[in-house]
């Protein structure tokens, strides 16, 4: 069946670090595949996306790029701010269907 | 604009007892989906609605939960006879109509449900 599996947390950096949070899957067909932040006391919003291979997904200095060869979409910051303190979440969702599949997340500290 | 809203924000219960939870999605999104989130599980896909019709609900974890949604609008949640291992976050979310495998969920700020 499909699923995601993500790094685990916590990640703890300091500001201005690069950051990559690893982010797997296992899909049949050709899935897009999400990025999701929940940061402390929010509800979840979307920060990215990308739905097919090759393609990248990139806002607010994050990027992912979504490499089927891999099967990976591997989540990257170069300069990491406090206020990027969260828990992310990797998702896909296959074309055919509407549900989301979400990896465990990894939560993100970063320290001043 | 507005949201999608979920009501209550907090809810506490005793073992037993039944509840509701509430979604009211963006206006003019076609798809709803439930999700639960909890510390052992993450985050779950419960049901999926694309109009008023449930076209996956595999989700859901026992026959004690059940979903309808009416008017294409507001969906209700329904957990009978409670257990502590229902304590979770429930989440809903809506999209809009296009292709529902691309398409953006939006989520609610959600219901925290706890069981005593």
């Known amino acids: 069946g499909n699923s995601v599996t993500q790094m685990e947390g916590p990640v703890t950096l300091s500001e201005e670090a690069f950051l990559t949070i690893n982010c797997t899957y296992t899909?049949?067909?050709?899935?897009?595949l999400f990025w999701y932040v929940q940061y402390p006391g929010e509800g979840l919003q979307l920060l990215l996306k990308?739905?097919?291979?090759?393609d990248k997904g990139s806002n607010k200095g994050f990027e992912a790029t979504y490499r089927k060869e891999t099967t990976s979409f591997h989540l990257e910051k170069g300069s990491v701010q406090v206020s990027d303190s969260a828990v992310y979440f990797c998702?896909?969702?296959?074309?055919?269907?509407?549900?989301?599949?979400f990896g465990q997340g990894t939560e993100l500290s970063v320290k001043p | 604009g507005a949201g999608v809203s979920q009501s209550p924000s907090n809810k506490v219960t005793e073992k037993g007892k039944d509840v509701e939870l509430r979604c009211d999605p963006i206006s003019g999104h076609t798809a709803l989906y439930w999700y639960r989130q909890s510390l052992g599980q993450g985050l779950e896909f419960l049901i999926y609605f694309q109009g008023n019709s449930a076209p996956d609900k595999s989700g859901l974890p026992s026959d004690r939960f059940s979903a309808e949604r009416t008017g294409g609008s507001v969906s209700t949640l329904t957990i009978q006879r409670t257990q502590q291992e229902d304590s979770a976050v429930y989440l809903c979310a809506s999209s809009p109509p296009g292709t529902v495998g691309r398409s953006e969920q939006f989520f609610g700020p959600g219901t925290r449900l706890t069981v005593l």
């Open positions: 990308a739905t097919k291979a090759d």
């Open positions: 998702a896909l969702k296959n074309n055919q269907g509407g549900k989301l599949i």
């Open positions: 899909a049949t067909g050709y899935p897009s």
